[in-house]
C-alpha cells in the first residue's frame, strides 16, 4: 500500500471495534496518516447506544479527526449526499469521499455504492478484505491470524462473502484475476 494519508468511514471502525480488533488495524495501517470526520465519530457515538464499545473507536490517537466544511469540502460533501440518496445514514460516508477527494487521499469504506461513487470520481478507496491482504502479502499478518481476523470481523455482522469468512486465501485466489 502506497498511500499517505487514510480517511476512515465508520464501517470498518464500527466491526474493528466491536470484534476487540482495533489494535490489528492499527498496524495493518502503520506508517500511514490515519483522519476520520467528525460526522464519522458522530454515527459511532450514535451506534454506542447500542453498543458501547464504539466509543473506544472515537477515542484512538492513531486516528486524527478532520473538520469537513471549508467551501471545496462542503461542495463536494454535497455531491456525494445527492449521489449516495440523501439520507442521514449516508453522512459518514459523503464526508470520508468528499474529504479524500479534497486532499487527494485514500477512503477506507465498506459500503458497495460508496465505494462505487468514490471510485467513478477517481476517489482511491480501500475495503477492509482488500486492507488484511494486503497486510498479508506485505508480511504485516501471517496467514492464520488473516483468516481468524476476517472471521472476527464477519461474527460482527461485517458483509463479507461467505466464502471470504471460511477461507480468506482460497477465496482470494479464486478471483479472477487473483487477489494474491
Excluded at 2 to 12: E, H, I, N, R, Y
Excluded at 53 to 72: K, N, S, Y
Excluded at 76 to 83: A, H
Excluded at 136 to 160: C, H, M, S, V, W
Aim: proline share 5%; aromatic share 8%.
Amino acid at each position: 500500500m502506497t498511500d499517505s494519508v487514510l480517511v476512515f468511514d465508520a464501517s470498518p471502525l464500527n466491526h474493528f471495534a466491536r470484534a476487540g480488533e482495533l489494535p490489528a488495524l492499527q498496524k495493518i495501517v502503520t506508517g500511514f496518516r490515519c483522519v476520520t470526520t467528525k460526522a464519522v465519530l458522530g454515527e459511532l457515538r450514535n451506534g454506542a447506544e447500542m453498543h458501547p464499545v464504539l466509543l473506544a473507536a472515537t477515542m484512538l490517537d492513531w486516528i486524527e479527526t478532520v473538520p469537513c466544511d471549508d467551501l471545496a469540502e462542503l461542495y463536494l460533501f454535497g455531491q456525494y449526499m445527492n449521489r449516495l440518496g440523501n439520507l442521514a445514514r449516508n453522512a459518514g460516508e459523503a464526508s470520508v469521499l468528499a474529504w479524500a477527494e479534497a486532499h487527494g487521499a485514500a477512503a477506507y469504506v465498506d459500503d458497495q455504492v460508496a465505494c462505487n461513487v468514490g471510485r467513478s470520481r477517481g476517489v482511491r478507496v480501500h475495503r477492509t478484505l482488500q486492507l488484511v491482504l494486503a497486510a498479508y502479502r506485505d508480511g504485516i499478518l501471517p496467514e492464520p491470524k488473516a483468516q481468524e481476523l476476517i472471521r472476527n470481523l464477519a461474527d460482527t455482522d461485517a458483509r463479507f462473502p461467505a466464502a471470504a469468512r471460511e477461507n480468506l486465501f482460497e477465496w482470494a485466489r479464486s478471483r479472477n484475476p487473483p487477489l494474491i
